[in-house]
């Protein structure tokens, strides 16, 4: 493992007169998974959109093991290190789960689909895999290009319990080789991962630590039934 921290200092972000994200300052470190929770509309969409680069920041910066990439292109950022998966899988349906991977590029398909456990569905069109699938395709997609740092926004959105464990499974099979940070609305899901997890509410990080300590922590028990 080389590197793979991001830490954001006073990072914001406004729309117009309405404030997404405001001063956070946060560190995911190398080789871990970390969680980000909120409720709707907390800013967690935007908080990773800022560190891929698909959204520039209003305020703060973004320091890639130590290197400032706030204000880079995706381009760069990806060329960086650090890989997005989106809510939605974006894979190519009319292609196979191999010709996905070779698509996507640059490294061992053979080992990422053995580490993801797509290897027996390798000739299969896109299409025709199982939702489930699909969102591993995706992380697949992801980790062919030997990221640093991989971003997932609800990658268990439509799973089934058994498939949401194995997602959970995968992700802490890359700790020590890939810097993870996740969102998720499934609490089954992030006490499953029981990882280090950031709380944000109204742009704001409000509550950071382990998972078990957190999901324990009644302020923010209050912002998940909304008297915070
Ligand atoms: N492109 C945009 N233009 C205007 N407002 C936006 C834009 N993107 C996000 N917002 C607003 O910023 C706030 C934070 O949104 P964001 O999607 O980051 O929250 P979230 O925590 O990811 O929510 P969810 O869990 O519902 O996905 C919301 O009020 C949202 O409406």
Not at 68 to 90: M, N, T, Y
Not at 148 to 177: K, Y
Request: hydrophobic content about 45%; charged content about 20%.
């Amino acid at each position: 493992m080389t590197g793979g921290e991001l830490r954001t200092e006073g990072l914001g972000r406004r729309f117009g007169g309405l404030v997404a994200v405001e001063d956070v300052s946060v560190t995911f470190a190398a080789g871990e998974v970390s969680c980000v929770i909120g409720p709707n509309g907390a800013g967690k969409s935007t908080l990773l959109n800022m560190i891929c680069g698909a959204i520039a920041p209003s305020a703060g910066r973004i320091l890639f093991d130590g290197k400032p990439v706030e204000g880079l292109s995706r381009h760069a950022i990806a060329r960086a290190g650090i890989a997005r998966k989106f809510q939605v899988p974006s894979v190519f349906g009319s292609l196979t789960v191999a010709e996905n991977l070779a698509v996507a590029g640059g490294g061992d398909a053979e080992a990422v689909m053995a580490r993801t456990g797509l290897a027996a569905e390798r000739d299969t069109r896109a299409d025709v895999l199982a939702h489930g699938k699909k969102q591993w395709l995706e992380i697949a997609m992801g980790l062919i290009r030997r990221p640093r740092l991989l971003l997932l926004d609800e990658p268990t959105a439509g799973l089934s319990p058994e498939e949401t464990q194995a997602v959970a499974d995968l992700l802490l099979s890359l700790r020590g080789t890939c810097t993870v940070v996740v969102i998720d609305h499934d609490m089954h899901f992030v006490r499953a991962l029981s990882a280090r997890t950031v709380v944000m509410h109204q742009g704001r990080l409000v509550a950071e630590g382990d998972f078990s300590a957190i999901e324990r922590d009644p302020m923010v028990r209050d912002i998940y039934l909304g008297r915070a």
